[in-house]
């Protein structure tokens, strides 16, 4: 669905440009606001990336989902914004923020006991925030390994490594 309108957005039509916002702003927006923690820039960011989209629309890539890509594109918008907040945030900083996955988030999706989510939860929190990042996009988002590559900017094999090393680590801490 969402590739039937990228192509019509690389076509320069604007109400395709309107379905994309409306089919992935609130993945864009839980995304953004694990790296800004900030409301209100991740809506302008979110916001600059439409805005992005529709300024380059005819130049676009072809995209056989286009949703990393636009991922990619805010988690980009969002570094340089924090950037210019503070100076010292280096635009390749892979610590740059604390990807936040709450336990609300997980007795949703993997529906457990709320024990079991606090565990889970204090487990989550002793993870890098690497390997935060990467396990939202993997089972919240539901990334593939290639897709979160291409947010990320990480090689394949690191990013099944880091994967693999998270889910370990949570093993271990739950048992």
Not at 23 to 31: C, M, S
Not at 35 to 55: A, V
């Amino acid at each position: 669905m969402t590739k039937n309108y990228w192509i019509e957005l690389k076509k320069g039509k604007q109400s395709a440009l309107i379905e994309l916002y409306k089919l992935n702003y609130a993945e864009l927006y839980n995304y953004g606001m694990r790296i800004s923690h900030n409301e209100e820039l991740t809506r302008d960011c979110i916001h600059d990336l439409f805005t992005k989209l529709w300024s380059d629309s005819t130049n676009l890539k072809n995209a056989e989902d286009p949703k990393p890509y636009m991922f990619r594109m805010l988690r980009w918008i969002i570094i340089d914004a924090l950037k210019s907040y503070s100076p010292f945030v280096e635009k390749n900083d892979t610590e740059l923020y604390d990807p936040i996955i709450s336990g609300e988030d997980i007795i949703i999706n993997e529906e457990i006991s709320k024990q079991q989510g606090d565990r889970l939860k204090l487990a989550i929190e002793k993870l890098s925030n690497r390997q935060k990042e990467i396990i939202y996009l993997r089972f919240y988002s539901g990334l593939s390994y290639d897709e979160i590559s291409t947010v990320t900017s990480i090689k394949y094999q690191s990013i099944r490594n880091l994967l693999f090393r998270a889910l370990k680590e949570l093993r271990d801490q739950m048992h």
